[in-house]
């Protein structure tokens, strides 16, 4: 299943509510999904997706490859903007 479309609007709306991290300890497995929810955009992964798992603090995260992009974009403060 492809990401939503609203899967910026999500990342960013849950980076700024506090329910992403900002910061992660990096990328611990790449491989197709399991059916797990997407942490980004909150819907299945599938078997045939592609499939991010990140350690951040104390659990870890699963994203589609599109989300894990966005989260990456959006989780750094962009140069001039503090």
């Known amino acids: 299943m492809p990401t939503p479309p ?5 990342i ?7 329910t992403l991290p ?4 990096g ?3 790449v491989g197709f ?3 797990q929810v997407c942490d980004g955009c909150d819907t299945p ?3 045939t997706d592609m499939a991010y798992e990140v350690e951040a603090r104390d659990r ?3 994203f589609h490859v599109r ?7 959006h989780r750094r403060p962009r140069a001039g903007s503090q």
């Open 67 to 73: 989300c894990v992009l966005l989260w990456q974009m």
């Open 6 to 10: 609203d899967a910026d609007r999500q």
């Open 60 to 62: 870890r995260l699963r």
């Open 33 to 35: 999904g399991t059916g």
């Open 12 to 18: 960013r709306e849950k980076l700024a509510a506090g």
């Open 45 to 47: 992964i599938a078997h």
């Open 27 to 29: 990328t611990t497995f």
């Open 22 to 25: 900002h910061e992660a300890r």
